[in-house]
């Protein structure tokens, strides 16, 4: 009888069935190949590394609880966690409205800065526009917000981000296209180029990843 496939080489929804039936390694495999992934989206959600963490409880939570409802005909485990991670971040969002960003470093001085850099000064302008980014990312309104984070700063597809929010691809587009253009506005009132705006975020999510306190993605794993 042949001995089954080590648990990292086993597809998402297959992880999910058997961490359904209790299987426990299936489980601690799905949550270490899907953590970052949900942690990524509720921390660029919320601007609260406490509060995401705590998300990522709920969902998890919410995955051996109901985990036998995913149905792959919909869309990817992926889309489906950060389907519930919406949910949780909405719920935790509404029962604090003072939610504020946490500070990104204890001596006052901008996370990002590469103190190793040939050029300080560079390298502080650089701190200033990814904060910036970031800020002007989390001040979107929650739909907007939640489109960027998908199809901009996680590169997920048009389908799959339709599926975690609930909306046909259509209103991903929508959103997406007035997110876009209401970072870009946000921006050029900051003084940065319109062109830094999530559109193009992709390109610094190491960066803005990176003020986190490196969390985010420390154990990242393929998409699978």
């Known amino acids: 009888m042949p ?26 495999e799905l949550f270490r190949r899907r953590l970052p992934d949900v942690f990524r989206f509720a921390l660029h959600m919320t601007g ?13 939570m919410v995955v ?35 939610l504020t960003p946490v500070d990104f470093a204890d001596d006052g001085e901008p996370s990002a800065v590469d103190h190793g850099s040939v050029d300080p000064l560079a390298g502080l302008v650089r701190a200033e526009r990814i904060e910036t980014v970031r800020r002007a990312v989390h001040a ?6 939640e489109a960027v984070v998908l199809c901009d700063l996680q590169e997920m597809s048009y389908g799959d981000a339709a599926e975690a929010l609930g909306c046909p691809v259509g209103t991903v587009r929508s959103r997406l296209h007035r997110a ?8 050029a009132v900051s003084g940065l180029s319109p062109a830094a ?7 610094e999510t190491p960066a803005l ?15 699978g």
């Open 3 to 28: 001995a089954a496939p080590p648990t990292d080489r086993v597809p998402d929804d297959e992880l999910l069935g058997h961490a359904t039936a209790g299987d426990a390694q299936a489980f601690a």
């Open 48 to 60: 609260s590394v406490p509060t995401a963490e705590d998300a990522v409880q709920d969902v998890f």
């Open 64 to 98: 051996l609880r109901d985990g036998a409802r995913y149905d792959a005909g919909r869309g990817t485990v992926a889309s489906w966690l950060c389907g519930i991670a919406r949910n949780c971040v909405r719920q935790r969002l509404e029962r604090d409205r003072r």
């Open 140 to 145: 979107l309104p929650l739909p907007y917000r």
């Open 180 to 187: 876009r253009a209401m970072l870009a506005a946000r921006l």
């Open 197 to 203: 705006s999530a559109a193009n975020a992709r390109a």
């Open 209 to 223: 990843e990176a003020g986190w306190g490196g969390q985010v993605g420390e154990t990242s794993p393929g998409r």
